[in-house]
C-alpha cells in the first residue's frame, strides 16, 4: 500500500498550548481526511478535505490540504485534556482502500 | 441511531485455530471495510463488502476471508492463526462504496494469538 509518513510521532504539552502535526506522501492524494482514535475506540473522522489549498476548520481544528497534493497539517488551538488520543491522517487509495499514516501521538499536561 | 458495533470486543485464541469477527453497520449504510490495526501502528485496510461480494482487497493472504449478509451485517474470518495475527480488528461502514474516505468505525475486536 501507499506511504504515509506522519509527524512527530508523539507530543507531550501542556495544557492551552497550540499543536501542529503534518502528513506527507511521495504520491498525489486527491482527499485528505484526519481521524482520531481514543483508548480502546475506533477511529472517529475529524476533518476530511478535498481541493488542494483547502482549508477547513472543525472548531479548534483546522486542517489544510497541500498545494502539492503530497501533503497536509493538522493544528490544534489552545489545546485541552480531552485532546488526548492518536491522530492519523488517511487517504484513499486504488479505489476505495484507505490508507493510514502511522499516527501522531499527543498527550496533554493539565 | 446505533452506529457500527463489533462482537466480540475481546478474545484468546491459539496458534493454528480459527476466528469469526462480526460487524453490524451503522444503520442506512450497506458497505462494510475491515482493518487491521497492529499495536502503535495506524489500520491496514484488509478488504471491503459491497452487495453481499467482496469489492476490493488489501494485501492480505487467503486466510481473511469474509462475508456480508442481505441485512449488510459483515463477517471477518481467519484461518491458521499465527502469532502475527494478534491485532485490533476495524469494522468500518459507510453508505455506498466510500470513495470519499468518510467511514464510520467500530470499536474493534481485539484478537490475542498465544
Known amino acids: 500500500g501507499q506511504q504515509l509518513n506522519q509527524s512527530p510521532q508523539s507530543m507531550f504539552i501542556q495544557e492551552g498550548e497550540d499543536v501542529s502535526m503534518n502528513c506527507t506522501s511521495s504520491s498525489i492524494f486527491n482527499t485528505w481526511l484526519w481521524y482520531k482514535q481514543d483508548p480502546g475506540e475506533g477511529p472517529v473522522l475529524l476533518i476530511a478535505?478535498?481541493?488542494?489549498?483547502e482549508l477547513t476548520s472543525n472548531g479548534r481544528l483546522t486542517a489544510q490540504f497541500g498545494i502539492t497534493r503530497k501533503d497536509s497539517f493538522l493544528n490544534i488551538s489552545a489545546s485541552i485534556p480531552s485532546d488526548v488520543g492518536i491522530y492519523f491522517c488517511a487517504g484513499p487509495w486504488a479505489g476505495n482502500m484507505l490508507t493510514f499514516g502511522g499516527g501522531t501521538r499527543l498527550m496533554v499536561k493539565p | 441511531d446505533a452506529g457500527v458495533t463489533q462482537s466480540p470486543t475481546h478474545l484468546i485464541k491459539t496458534r493454528g485455530q480459527q476466528v469469526t469477527l462480526r460487524c453490524s453497520p451503522k444503520?442506512?449504510?450497506?458497505?462494510v471495510s475491515w482493518y487491521q490495526q497492529a499495536l502503535g501502528q495506524g489500520p491496514q485496510f484488509i478488504f471491503q463488502?459491497?452487495?453481499?461480494?467482496?469489492?476490493q482487497r488489501g494485501n492480505f493472504p487467503d486466510r481473511f476471508s469474509g462475508h456480508q449478509f442481505p441485512n449488510y451485517s459483515s463477517e471477518l474470518n481467519v484461518n491458521a492463526l499465527l502469532l502475527g495475527d494478534s491485532a485490533l480488528y476495524l469494522c468500518?461502514?459507510?453508505?455506498?462504496?466510500?470513495?470519499?474516505?468518510?467511514?464510520?468505525f467500530g470499536e474493534g475486536s481485539r484478537l490475542t494469538v498465544l
Open positions: 468500518a461502514s459507510s453508505p455506498g462504496a466510500g470513495e470519499t474516505g468518510e467511514l464510520f
Open positions: 444503520s442506512g449504510h450497506d458497505t
Open positions: 463488502y459491497y452487495e453481499e461480494e467482496e469489492r
Open positions: 478535505l478535498y481541493k488542494a489549498g
